[in-house]
């Protein structure tokens, strides 16, 4: 368990949607300290838009109960307690005909107590796109102007769902360190993403959503050592992969070509025994779980 | 700095100067019934047979249509296609992340189309006022755009039941083909005793119809009919009520 010593910011008891027969988000509590960052992982339909709309009060919930700072969603979100950048489908999530100084400024406007626009430019990058046209503006600009927007109300707690999908690589990483620059001045994150990288790069802590649940809950180590095998892996030129199962601590087998990978519960008896059976093999190399061997692990169906 | 005022005047705000940078509804509500009026407002037939309009002159007559047109045009595009590409965009459900209210956002758009309506409808009497010296009395001048532009108000209504009824692909198609229609019927484009009796009897039923002849007793200087303000008044309900209850059908979370 999470100790609770610094003071929440975002406090989610039992949460609940149900869409027709299906329940998409099945009881998630979730607690966010205070300027903190915490990544949400799921495949696709684990419930993370769901969670999040509902977290904002977009979308009621069946059951459960989101607390920010003290308030009802639709409280936080009118006191400009929480900035959010959610997913636009198709769309870019911005009006057409205006400039990106005069609709920062607008929507700052809105709010009880906004960030100076200079600040909220300068935070976004966007100090030197003020006056330009927002039909005109790249894919990775547009998204810093709906950063520029989560971010003016001057929030203590900032949405983001999928931020980078349809992004470019280098589009990402500076969208991230913006992300990172904003957090570091004492404003809480939390993102949904499905990029196990941006994930561990960005977040300490890693809530894994699967099937509408919490799946783990942890730091990305903790989470990484949810799983505890590693990976055994060699080049062994025509060995039935089969024969290989029968070696202590082995539990799966995988082949990729001459390439072979034992996942171990026990590395070292492994070796000893592949060693003992006299299979020929070269390039070993053994190497521990990953963020995303974890994520696997965690959100598969079944292990086979 | 924080200034006070209410939200619906920082979105109309926004909205005006965004509405004014649009070239088609520009087009639409100011360019085509000035140039359609310069173009027909001295038609010699037209003018000859002085006593088939309403008891004014052909280019009185004409001036109030084109009034009426650019009213119409102004007030319904305020929604239409801007709303329901709004809506397409994600910027709507963005809004829903701001203090800003559902109902203040309806209201900024009906503001806009009605401030748009006014100034298309005073630069329109001002042109024709100078293209055809139509020689009326200040307080006929006043009641005719005043009628023109209050009596817009069912087709702010219509503005925002297409463009939350039709997706953003279709919605601007919708918007021009249903005012296009009503303008036509109502006898706005070509002049409705051109039209055979039972047309004109379905003509009578219609905003457009109404708004003209409300702008049109302004102008010959008659009392204004009650029956032209019930219909109107009758349109705006109706097509709100049809607005409200396609807010709620398409469930809360995908509109706004």
């Known amino acids: 368990m999470r100790p609770m010593s610094a003071s929440a910011i975002l406090e989610v008891q039992g949460l609940r949607r149900r869409f027709g027969s299906t329940e998409a988000v099945a009881g998630v509590d979730l607690r966010v300290a205070a300027g903190e960052t915490v990544a949400l992982l799921g495949p696709n339909g684990a419930g993370k838009s769901t969670t999040l709309a509902m977290i904002l009060g977009l979308l009621p919930a069946t059951d459960g109960q989101v607390t920010i700072d003290g308030r009802t969603p639709r409280q936080a979100v009118a006191g400009g307690r ?52 927002l039909d005109r503006l790249s894919g990775g600009e547009r998204q810093r102007v709906r950063f520029a927007l989560a971010i003016c109300a001057d929030p203590r707690l900032l949405i983001l769902d999928e931020p980078t999908v349809g992004l470019d690589v280098p589009s990402r990483r500076a969208f991230w360190e913006t992300v990172r620059a904003f957090a570091a001045e004492g404003c809480a994150v939390l993102f949904a993403t499905h990029y196990l990288a941006e994930a561990a790069e960005t977040a300490r802590r890693v809530v894994v959503l699967h099937k509408g649940r919490v799946a783990a809950d942890g730091t990305v180590e903790e989470i990484r050592r949810t799983v505890a095998t590693r990976t055994v892996r060699f080049r062994a030129p025509g060995t039935r992969p089969g024969a290989l199962r029968a070696l202590p601590a082995v539990e799966q087998v995988r082949q990729d070509g001459d390439v072979i990978s034992l996942d171990s519960a026990d590395a070292d008896a492994t070796v000893r025994g592949l060693v003992g059976s006299g299979t020929a093999f070269t390039d070993l190399e053994v190497t521990s779980a990953g963020l995303e061997d974890a994520f696997l692990a965690l959100t598969c169906e079944e292990r086979a | 700095m924080k200034t006070c005022r209410p939200l619906v005047v920082s979105f109309l705000a926004f909205e005006l100067r965004r509405v004014l940078r649009s070239p088609g509804v520009l087009v639409w509500t100011l360019a085509f019934p000035v140039v359609f009026y310069l173009v027909n407002f001295a038609n010699k037939t037209n003018n000859a047979s002085a006593e088939r309009w309403a008891g004014t002159s052909w280019a009185v007559y004409f001036m109030v249509s084109m009034c009426a047109w650019a009213a119409i045009a102004a007030a319904s595009n305020a929604g239409g296609a801007r709303l329901a590409a709004e809506r397409a965009s994600g910027w ?165």
């Open chain 2, 92 to 256: 709507t459900r963005h809004l829903r992340l701001t203090p800003l209210p559902s109902w203040a956002y309806a209201a900024g758009k009906v503001l806009t189309g009605a401030v748009l309506a006014l100034i298309a409808v005073l630069a329109l009497s001002l042109i024709a006022g100078a293209a055809a010296h139509p020689h009326l009395t200040a307080s006929a001048w006043a009641t005719m755009i005043l009628a023109c532009w209050l009596g817009s108000l069912p087709f702010a209504a219509l503005g925002i039941l297409v463009g939350l009824a039709a997706g953003a692909s279709v919605a601007q198609a919708a918007m021009v083909a249903v005012t296009l229609v009503l303008d036509v019927l109502g006898g706005l484009l070509v002049p409705l005793p051109v039209f055979p009796n039972w047309l004109q009897d379905i003509a009578k039923v219609l905003p457009t119809y109404r708004l003209a002849d409300l702008g049109r007793a302004a102008v010959a200087r008659h009392a204004l009919n009650p029956a032209d303000m019930a219909f109107l008044v009758a349109w705006t309900l109706l097509f709100a009520a049809a607005a409200a209850w396609r807010y709620r059908a398409s469930g809360v979370e995908q509109v706004w």
């Open chain 1, 82 to 133: 929480v900035g959010a950048l959610l997913q636009s489908g198709a769309g870019s999530g911005l009006p057409s005909g205006t400039r990106v100084g005069e609709l920062v400024g607008f929507v700052a406007s809105l709010y009880p107590a906004p960030l100076a626009l200079p600040a909220v430019l300068r935070h976004a990058g966007l100090t030197s796109l003020a006056g330009h046209r």
